[in-house]
């Protein structure tokens, strides 16, 4: 498992920039880089709270993902996520050698505003075997999220 660090600066405030990013229709929106299908979250934001990270396959279309929870919530300042397993044929796995690859990993996000500019940095535990898809796949996602936040600003 490699940590992964990525950042953008952000034309708008940090509890802008939060709410886009968490807010269920542009959550689908700039985390569609990841999954053309489309990607949703079942669950809450709240520290504690489990949360299901979905969207199809895009080979069979049946909805796969990861079962996470949220270790951490600060709002408007930082959030962690911790990835327990994973989504497979709709079945949830914590427990098989599949879904211990995967965890426990964490993706964190800290808000950093200054003067009404958000830097959003994202650090993430990734599996070797992605770490390339994800280097190409993160800039393009945050450079959606920054367009959203901005023309909502």
Do not use: C
């Not at 269920?24 to 990841?34: A, G, P």
């Not at 940095?121 to 367009?147: H, T």
Request: glycine share 8%.
């Amino acid at each position: 498992m490699q940590k992964m660090h990525f950042s953008i600066r952000i034309n708008a405030p940090a509890e802008k920039v939060w709410n886009t990013m968490l807010g269920e229709e542009t959550y689908k929106d700039w985390t569609s880089v990841f999954n053309e299908g489309g990607s949703t979250v079942q669950g809450n934001w709240e520290k504690g709270s489990k949360m299901l990270f979905l969207g199809p396959d895009p080979e069979t279309g049946v909805m796969g993902g990861m079962v996470s929870r949220i270790a951490e919530n600060i709002p408007y300042q930082f959030i962690s996520i911790e990835h327990l397993g994973i989504v497979n044929n709709g079945v949830e796995d914590t427990t098989s050698e599949e879904a211990k690859k995967w965890a426990p990993a964490f993706e964190n996000y800290t808000f950093k505003e200054e003067d009404g500019v958000t830097e959003v940095q994202v650090d993430i535990d990734m599996m070797d075997e992605y770490v390339d898809m994800f280097n190409e796949m993160w800039p393009k996602s945050l450079e959606r999220l920054k367009v959203l936040a901005e023309e909502q600003n």
